[in-house]
């Protein structure tokens, strides 16, 4: 195996996030701004759970049909198929939902996912945060409940190779670190960029740059 890449989802592989498009579904978009500000207090995990809270008693269908909803960003498919066809494995790691990542992971045709599992009772949310967190908490970390630098290393450790990491955001900055090719796609995060090796607002873009460095 060429080695692995991993996959940011939401702003990423998706258009939009996930948790934006729930909340405006939801008419909840004012409680998840609420929310939004106690970033710079509380650890990372903490909001998870906050925002699964709000989330109680929403069905598991619904949530599917509105994800179902949201469009990939231009060039993901191509990527993706390139990157298969040079025998890297696949894997979507998202601090969204892992039931939602299953669904966009088997219509690309990715073999591995990682995020949050949440709580379901009778296919209806409970509001709690199951994820076993694994928090490697290096300079900088804010606490993520899916830590993506814990799963680059176990996907390392399985696959050798490069490793190749795009995302958008602080979740992916502690996998940035240690990604043999980090490309920031269109950035919500200065830091994020500050690592990364390039910063791009196209796929393709990407793909150029990946055929170059393996």
Not at 8 to 23: E, N, P, Q, W
Not at 119 to 129: A, P, R, S, Y
Not at 143 to 151: D, G, P, Q, S, V
């Amino acid at each position: 195996m060429t080695g692995a890449t991993i996959l940011d989802m939401d702003g990423t592989l998706l258009a939009k996030r996930s948790i934006d498009v729930f909340y405006e579904a939801f008419e909840l978009t004012e409680e998840l701004k609420d929310i939004d500000k106690l970033s710079k207090s509380l650890s990372a995990y903490k909001i998870t759970e906050r925002i699964v809270e709000l989330l109680k008693g929403k069905s598991r269908q619904e949530m599917i049909d509105i994800f179902n909803s949201i469009p990939l960003n231009p060039g993901v498919g191509n990527f993706v198929d390139f990157l298969k066809k040079k025998d890297f494995l696949i894997a979507i790691a998202t601090d969204s939902y892992q039931f939602l990542a299953e669904i966009l992971a088997k219509k690309l045709g990715i073999e591995t996912v990682y995020g949050n599992i949440i709580e379901f009772k009778n296919d209806l949310i409970t509001g709690k945060v199951l994820t076993e967190r694994h928090c490697l908490e290096i300079s900088e970390c804010k606490e993520y409940a899916i830590c993506k630098l814990w799963f680059l290393r176990e996907i390392r450790s399985l696959t050798g190779g490069i490793i190749i990491c795009v995302g958008d955001g602080d979740s992916d900055y502690c996998a940035f670190t240690e990604a043999d090719i980090a490309i920031a796609y269109r950035p919500r995060s200065n830091r994020l960029k500050s690592i990364s090796h390039i910063t791009t607002a196209d796929f393709d873009e990407a793909l150029k740059y990946i055929i170059k460095r393996i």
